[in-house]
């Protein structure tokens, strides 16, 4: 059988018993979640999002006491941040930094890294930062990032907007040439409908060392993800995403322009999705209403962040369950 998966520079330089990240997702990718994926033998990345201090410090405290034992998984244990915040307060990442054990790595995602890098590079904190075009990649290699992450289209949550974005399948072989030509040390994970062995097995043969996986293990019994959502999921097909600005409006959060949001596509959105402009002027009725819905766990209102990959997942399985099929699944199609 090929040992191809653990012989790929990403799971080498990282020490990872598969060549798996735990996508680093906002109210998801707590401590439990990404101690779960660490002992399973992936990069396991904290969702510290939008850079709250208290809520990623109580879940990466989470995920090192749960760790504190297993000194092999710790060194397992990254952390996630969204560019554009870290620019107006990067105190949870300076956090994260400055603790006694150094994360294994720190992904920036949704702007461009050039200021905040060298915080991380300084650290001796290897950088990953993901991508969602080719136009990004230059300033993610200088400003130090030791991996790229090719996030298509299909991702789920936040990606750049249906216009300008790329699918995976296009994206990942593409920015494989390009790294190839202009700095082959810096290693490629893909991102965005990998959720199953076959994904992995293909995002190697499309020139990546690894994948970032997120919606499957969003879909798992650890993660901070509403259960009643991800029964949502596990019974929607890969047709019930879309993506667009409604629940970044509803949400009240002011992402830049050339960044949206994939979702199930629920009434709220379809009342919306023809009506941006309209629900952007006055978002008030909106707003109201989907707060309402999440309130009372209405997923007719509420959003469930999931994306084309939701019609791979069939079960709200543990986390090590998840991963092992991945890595079993992947390994026999590659042997």
Known sequence: MSDRLRQSRFAKSFGLATPIALAPMAFATGGELAAA????????????????????????????????????????LGCGFITWRLDEDASALDWVLDRPAKPAAIMLSFGDPTAIAKR????????ICQIQTIAQLPEAVDAGASVIVAQGGEAGGHGMNAL??????????????????????VQ????GGVADGRG????????????LVGSRLWATRESLAPQAAIAE??????????????????????????FDFRALRNAIHREWEGRIEELAAD???GVANYKEGVAAGDYSRAHVTVGEST????????????????????RRLLS
Not at 167 to 181: S, Y
């Open 283 to 285: 978002p008030a009725a």
């Open 120 to 127: 991380i590079t300084d650290a001796a904190v290897p950088l």
């Open 188 to 191: 490629l994970l893909a991102s």
């Open 311 to 330: 019609g791979l997942i069939r079960e709200n399985a543990s986390a090590a369950d998840v991963i092992a099929g991945i890595d079993e699944q992947a």
């Open 37 to 76: 994926c660490a002992r399973a033998g992936t990069l396991a990345l904290i969702g510290g999002a939008y850079g709250d201090l208290e809520w990623t410090s109580r879940e990466y405290t989470a995920a090192e006491d749960a760790l504190g034992g297993e000194p092999a998984a710790l060194a397992k």
């Open 233 to 258: 999921a596990v019974s929607a097909s890969g047709d019930g995403s879309a993506r667009s600005k409604v629940f970044d409006i509803l949400r009240e959060k002011n992402w830049p322009a050339h």
């Open 164 to 185: 300008d974005g790329r699918g995976t399948f296009t994206l990942v072989p593409e920015i494989a040439d390009w790294l190839a030509g202009h700095a082959p040390d």
């Open 200 to 211: 992995l097995a293909a995002a190697l043969m499309l020139g990546a060392d690894g994948a």
